[in-house]
């Protein structure tokens, strides 16, 4: 029972940690950058760009 309890724990922290650096990428206007990048990604695999 205390295992789960501490590895709930963890994966919830993780979570929240990468909340947080979400919301300072969104915060520093990473954003449209990350969404023109998979934009070329996708362009370039289905064979268009």
Known sequence: M???V??????????????????VGIFR???P????????ICMECIGIG
Do not use: F, P
């Open 2 to 4: 205390k295992k789960s």
């Open 6 to 23: 501490r590895a709930r724990r963890g994966g919830v922290c993780l979570a929240a940690i990468g909340l947080v650096m979400m919301g």
């Open 29 to 31: 206007g990473e954003a």
């Open 33 to 40: 950058v990350v969404l023109e990048k998979a934009i070329n």
